[in-house]
């Protein structure tokens, strides 16, 4: 298979940090799709992986090339492609394949297919070794994983909607959040941020919980109706009850029993942030009202792209900070101070100079 050298950026061990590094892309195959990397997110998922810190579930294996919201133009693609020509815009978000043929698949939930292979650190079925994600120059996927991204939205802004974007749209959508509907978003955070956008882009009434009181400003311009201060138990007592849906994007250790106890008659509380230590739960907070706890994780390509194509007709995207790739490692440090709003963006333009 002819191969083509492409410029990276990867971490050679868990306490390396990253720095410039040469991989190898495969010619695009009949169904392939060539793109040239313009702007990549930088997820949590990317530190957690540097770091190799869920090495239980998916140790890392080095070099890592982390990164997978991914927006970039299309340069080249196979004689069997039929949705990209190139110069056309596209996107790839966590997953580069899947076995598309279970039952999960065929509903057009990739995200849950048994053999999915993810957008870095998972074997590549085409080359050996493993997969390397979106902080590099250009990637080749199959078009079937590839997504196209609406013309009007700015394109750094729009690159953590394949992770962030997804990881809020979608559970939002499944609980059925629409006009009317109250809702909580607890954390103000990469996901945090795009949860209070969709919700109210969906109609939705948006309360957003916090533990940082400076953060209120914030969260009623990005579109909630009210701001609770979580440790206020006062001003949690006033919602008890009264909630159709809250999404839980905090990974750090918290007491979900508070917020269960705010939702109403078959009310839904949904995990997207994965603290370390397991939660505890009082199982009358559920039982008393028929609530449920559920978990999510990003979507379906389907979903994916219906996402964008509602961002680009509401004209949403996240709030970025762009920097270079050079700037990667002290963006890490950032992100674990949560000094940021609210996702960094790397421009891959920088990865040239
Ligand atoms: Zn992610
Ligand atoms: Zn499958």
């Known amino acids: 298979m002819t191969k083509s050298n492409v410029k990276a950026y990867a971490a050679q061990s868990a306490t390396s940090g990253l720095g410039p590094f040469g991989i190898t892309r495969r010619e695009p195959g009949p169904s392939d799709v060539h793109i040239e ?16 810190e869920w090495s239980s579930v998916m140790p890392t294996v080095y070099p890592i090339v982390p990164g997978h919201e991914i927006v970039g133009r299309v340069t080249r693609v ?14 790839v978000g966590c997953l580069v394949d899947s076995d598309r043929d279970c039952p999960r698949c065929t509903e057009g939930l990739e995200q849950f297919c048994p053999h999915l292979t993810l957008t870095y650190n998972s ?38 909607l394949l992770c962030a974007g997804i990881t809020t749209y979608s ?9 009317g509907k109250k809702v909580g978003v607890v954390g103000l955070g990469g996901l945090g941020h795009m949860a209070v956008k969709f919700a109210r882009a969906f109609g939705a009434q948006v309360v957003v919980f916090t533990t940082s009181p400076g953060k209120q ?30 999404l839980d994007a905090v990974s750090a250790d918290h007491d979900l029993n508070a917020y269960v106890s705010l939702l109403g008659l078959d009310g839904n ?3 997207v942030g994965a603290p370390e230590k397991p939660l505890a739960l009082a199982a009358f907070g559920l039982i008393l009202g028929r609530r449920s706890l559920s978990g999510s994780a990003i979507g379906g390509l389907p979903e994916t792209q219906e996402m964008l194509d509602f961002c680009g007709k509401h004209n949403i995207t996240a709030d970025v900070e762009v920097i270079p790739i050079q700037k990667v490692n002290e963006a890490y440090e950032r992100l674990l101070k949560s000094d940021v709003k609210y996702r960094f963006s790397i421009d891959m333009a920088s990865l040239k100079s």
């Open 37 to 52: 990397i313009l702007f990549c997110g930088v997820c949590h998922s990317d530190l957690h992986a540097v770091r190799n």
């Open 269 to 271: 509380l949904t995990l």
């Open 217 to 246: 400003d914030d969260a009623l311009r990005l579109g909630a109706h009210e701001v609770v201060v979580s440790r206020n138990a006062n001003e949690m007592r006033k919602h008890a009850g009264s909630f159709d849906f809250i």
């Open 78 to 91: 196979g004689s069997a492609v039929a949705k990209f020509k190139a110069g056309d815009l596209a996107a």
């Open 123 to 160: 074997p590549d079925k085409h080359l050996g070794g493993v997969t390397y994600g979106g902080y590099s120059d250009s990637i080749v996927v199959d078009e079937r994983f590839v997504l196209r991204v609406p013309s009007n939205l700015n394109l750094a802004a729009t690159a953590p």
């Open 171 to 179: 559970p939002l959508r499944h609980w059925g959040v629409t006009n």
